[in-house]
């Protein structure tokens, strides 16, 4: 059985948002990646004016002071996963003022992985299961390497760090280099990628006739 990630996790947690309790079940939320940069806006009600609050998580880059009714917001850094919000007031041009609505947020971090590992084989093998892929952030994720040959996808990793089993190798080539591509979690957030691991394969002896001299 697959164990829920922290994240999932996080989506039922209850917050104390603005002097009262907010539950991710009561409330929309939005999951986005550590660090980035996202448009927040409303249906626009013309003469209305919206009065923007974003928690000390994210820094707006328009909208707040403009009363528009859409924002910008840069996300933080963070290798932990965090709830954070969005809010707007709407007065309309009579001075009304609405119920504030809120978007909760929460932040996933971006992974990391990195490939290590050597093995050497006889030609004819059946592969190798010496390849480690150390993951961080939150389970589950996905990953891309490339065996020399193709790109191969593997998904629903659930825990690190991650033992590669190979296809069959063979000699040529001598040596074979495995890389990643891509990793990403399960909110799509795409990370940073390193490491190579190197698989040696011997081909078989073909020892000559014997030959009098």
Known sequence: MK???????????????????????????????????EFYKVVKTEGSQYTWVTCSGGTAGYGVETKSDSIRVTWK??????????????TNKFGRIGDTITLNILIAPVPTAVISGSD?????????????????????????????KSNITIKDIESSPFTLETRSLSNPPEIHKF???????????????????????????????????
């Open 179 to 213: 890389t990643l591509v891509t990793v990403k979690n399960e909110s799509g957030c795409s990370g940073v990628v390193s490491g190579v691991a190197e698989i040696t394969v011997s081909p078989p002896v073909q020892t000559s006739n014997i030959i009098h001299n």
């Open 120 to 148: 050497t084989l006889f030609d004819g093998n059946t592969g190798t299961n010496k390849i480690s892929i150390s993951l961080t952030g939150t389970a589950p994720w996905s990953i891309e390497y490339n065996d020399g």
């Open 77 to 90: 850094v963070t290798d932990q996963p965090s709830t954070e919000f969005v809010k707007v007031l709407e």
């Open 3 to 37: 164990q829920k990630s922290t994240i999932t996790k996080a989506i039922g947690i209850v917050i104390f948002l603005f002097g009262f309790i907010t539950s991710y079940s009561q409330a929309d939320f939005d999951t986005v990646c550590s660090g980035s940069e």
